[in-house]
């Protein structure tokens, strides 16, 4: 992979450096500068999805209308990669100078491949050379498709279409848990993703998923190491995606705010035209915690055979591949006392969430009733054979066999 600089990019560096209240020089031309000291850095990472490029769009829109209504970027500094193809991307930062945005291009990006992990590592060194965090700081946003846990290759292996870059791509080896875009070659593994944050060093504030299914045990699991908070939902979400123009101030800055974030996200999908959307803050430093007394509950109840078929779910697929975590121990967990321990643990887990009072399924057309809602999803229950590797996963792993 190849990654040219822009030029302008030692400006604003030098400028960054020499001012300390200001954006520009008052004696010189003007050239936008990002804050000096910035608490944080967030990067909005995009892979090529063109399916959803006209509301990733509007998603950028609105993040602008957000920046102007609070005035400014809380002192954060606010970068974004857009894959522009299926191998090529660039970099660019947005900021906040008198009263204006302004973006300037970083770098761009050749022979990008999204499911390896030294490309997804050499972004997130550029992003960490550029916009270091004083404070050591930093926040991902990925605005892409998702599909929790499962493995890419069963996924498409059972799925009804592909196009012929589907096809092509099919031979992907070694794809787990995955989100990206319309095809397997831009799909990125949770695994892949995990390994770049970690050889950079930059443990996430949050990791937000913008894209289906995200909020599970699985994949909190799987980013425990790379983030204290995952931020996703536990059903589809609606093509428009978050309602950044609402929410954007409350993940930036020196206090990031979920309750508020989760109350606005609550606010605007009950008023949608589809009413519906889950949304949750799944506190990662809790879920070895949660996956030890899981393990301890699978070693000792099973599921009765009645119960499956009652379980709260959150898709729209036959058999069920996402069922809610709380529901599914209350059913499996038979010792009262222990399932109230378990169900305070998830509360502990789960600090922050909102839920309407239906999720939307495209696969059916439907909006099912949410009975109770944890914030989290697991799949340990399913019999849907896009589930099958299961086994595979690190929860599982954690939670199904001794050391």
Aim: include cysteine; proline fraction near 4%.
């Amino acid at each position: 992979m190849i990654a040219s600089i822009n030029n302008k990019l030692c400006i604003a560096l030098l400028l960054s450096i020499i001012m300390l209240t200001s954006c520009h020089d008052d004696d010189g031309p003007f050239e936008p500068a990002p804050v000096s000291h910035p608490v944080q850095t967030v990067l909005w990472f995009t892979p090529y999805v063109p399916s959803l490029r006209s509301f990733l769009n509007q998603n950028y829109r609105d993040i602008q209308l957000n920046i102007k209504k609070y005035g400014g970027l809380r002192n954060t500094r606010f970068l974004i990669f857009t894959a522009t193809s299926y191998d090529t991307g660039e970099l660019t930062e947005m900021m906040w100078c008198n009263d204006s945005i302004y973006t300037e291009k970083r770098a761009n990006y050749t022979d990008f491949t999204p499911t390896k992990a030294e490309h997804l590592e050499a972004i997130l060194n550029d992003v960490k050379a550029m916009a270091p965090s004083e404070t050591g700081r930093y926040g991902l946003m990925i605005g892409a498709h998702g599909m929790g846990w499962i493995e890419v290759d069963d996924y498409y292996d059972t799925a009804l279409s592909r196009s012929s870059e589907d096809e092509l791509a099919l031979s992907t080896p070694d794809l787990h848990p995955f989100f990206g875009g319309d095809a397997t070659n831009t799909c990125i593994n949770i695994e892949e993703l995990r390994k770049a944050i970690e050889n950079t060093g930059m443990y996430m504030d949050f990791i937000l998923f913008d894209d289906c299914y995200m909020s599970c045990a699985e994949v909190a699991y799987e980013l425990r190491t790379a983030t204290r908070f995952l931020l996703g939902s536990t059903c589809e979400i609606m093509d428009y995606g978050l309602p950044y123009s609402l929410v954007f101030n409350d993940l930036i800055g020196e206090t990031p705010d979920y309750e508020a974030f989760m109350q606005k996200f609550y606010n605007f999908y009950t008023s949608y035209k589809t009413p519906c959307g889950t949304f949750s803050a799944i506190d990662c430093k809790e879920i070895e915690a949660t996956a030890e007394m899981m393990r301890t509950i699978n070693a000792n109840f099973q599921l009765p055979d009645d119960s499956l078929n009652v379980l709260q779910y959150y898709d729209g697929y036959s058999p069920k591949l996402f069922y809610d975590m709380g529901d599914y121990v209350a059913k499996l967990c038979t010792e009262a006392s222990f399932n109230i321990q378990m169900q305070e643990q998830l509360k502990k887990l789960v600090p922050y969430k909102a839920a309407t009072a239906t999720f939307y399924s495209k696969y059916t057309g439907a909006r099912t009733p949410i009975r109770t809602y944890s914030g989290v999803s697991i799949s340990d229950p399913s019999t849907n054979k896009k589930a099958k590797g299961k086994t595979n996963t690190s929860w599982w792993k954690a939670t199904h066999e001794t050391n």
